[in-house]
């Protein structure tokens, strides 16, 4: 297991296309979850899956963005109708889930997406 | 609300010189606090939590609930330790979830 895999790694669209990106957590994490960076801002958290319940989802992520978990394994994230402020880098993380501390998140080398 | 304020953007320090890198945050609660780092071309990962108590690549951060802070220190940097690094919170009800602050990058020069 070589850690949490993003696909692709880069994506350049137009305004208004949909793009779709994938996350493949480590095999034994069943908690996923999406963020998103902007140049020089730390990672905003978007949502999380525990298996495939999607468990919260943040204000920032508005009705274009879609997240899926089926199975619980790997997830895929929607942006629809891309806009230019989309441009970002979308980082997927992972853990264990214990159910009584918080284990670490382990975080893939995300997608850059650039809108034009 | 849960915030994180890094308040340094940019860090400089000479090897062998001692570093302390702010954080401190907003939260009700009783919060989990993480510092999470970036090396150049290496993914984000954890350094430490303020759980384990432990010192890693010879650096330690103290939580102080009364200051809100969480600031991260080591005494001698080395120049591998040139990162950027983020600050991060969990608590409450989105347990699990992290909430980063902006970030600082750190340069150590020989």
């Known amino acids: 297991d070589t850690g949490v895999s993003q696909d692709p790694r880069h994506k350049i669209t137009k305004r208004g296309q949909n793009v779709t990106f994938r996350c493949d957590p480590i095999s034994e994490h069943n908690r996923l979850y999406w963020y998103r960076q902007t140049l020089g801002q730390g990672p905003e958290f978007l949502t999380y899956f525990q298996n495939e319940a999607q468990l919260e989802k943040s204000r920032l992520l508005s009705d274009r963005f879609s997240a899926e978990r089926p199975k619980g394994s790997f997830s895929t994230l929607e942006i629809q109708r891309t806009e230019q402020g989309d441009s970002a880098m979308y980082l997927c993380a992972s853990s264990p889930w214990s159910g009584r501390v918080i284990d670490e998140q382990y975080f893939g080398p995300g997608t850059r997406l650039t809108v034009t | 609300a849960q915030r994180v304020t890094q308040p340094e953007k940019l860090l400089s320090v000479f090897k062998g010189a001692p570093v302390e890198l702010k954080c401190n945050y907003s939260?009700?609660?009783?919060?989990?606090l993480f510092w999470y780092v970036q090396y150049s071309r290496q993914r984000l990962q954890l350094l430490l939590r303020?759980?384990s108590r432990e010192s890693i690549k010879g650096f330690t951060a103290d939580l102080n609930k009364g200051e809100t802070s969480f600031h991260l220190k080591k005494p001698f940097a080395q120049e591998e330790d040139s990162a950027m690094y983020y600050c991060?919170?969990?608590?409450?009800?989105?347990?699990?979830?992290?909430?980063f602050g902006q970030g600082t990058i750190l340069t150590v020069h020989p």
């Open positions: 939260y009700s609660g009783s919060p989990e």
């Open positions: 991060a919170l969990s608590g409450g009800t989105s347990y699990g979830k992290l909430t």
């Open positions: 303020h759980i």
